[in-house]
Nanobody, 126 residues
Framework: QVRLVESGGGSVQAGGSLRLSCKAS????????MAWFRQAAGKEREGVAT???????SYADYMKGRFTISQDIAENTLYLQMDNLDPEDSAMYYC????????????????????WGQGTQVTVSS
């Protein structure tokens, strides 16, 4: 069983930065696809970015280069660096994962991921 625990959320003013972390357990040694999603109040959940073991990344088009996904494999930790934040970025941010060869090969924001963290809240004020 994979366990994901997010941290790093908080309140920041527009234009500021935050770095989210997601500590994973139960996935060591497995091929994986990991991702960040977000859900604002009253809106549908949307994908932010994905990454897999080999470091290949993908981003939602709306990111416009402001967010960067990265990982520390030795520490089993996923990161999301968020810069130039806008009030529209306010949301609960979730870390998600899937394991195995197929998950790795088809890693993308259109994939249904079975493992989720509890989320960390990001609030951006104007």
């Amino acid at each position: 069983q994979v366990r994901l625990v997010e941290s790093g959320g908080g309140s920041v003013q527009a234009g500021g930065s935050l770095r989210l972390s997601c500590k994973a357990s139960g996935a060591a040694g497995r091929m994986y696809c990991m991702a960040w999603f977000r859900q604002a109040a009253g809106k549908e959940r949307e994908g932010v970015a994905t990454i897999r073991n080999d470091g290949r990344k993908s981003y939602a088009d709306y990111m416009k280069g402001r967010f960067t996904i990265s990982q520390d494999i030795a520490e089993n930790t996923l990161y999301l660096q968020m810069d130039n934040l806008d009030p529209e970025d306010s949301a609960m941010y979730y870390c998600a994962a899937d394991l195995g060869v197929e998950a790795y090969a088809r890693c993308g924001l259109d994939r249904v991921l079975p493992f989720w963290g509890q989320g960390t809240q990001v609030t951006v004020s104007s």
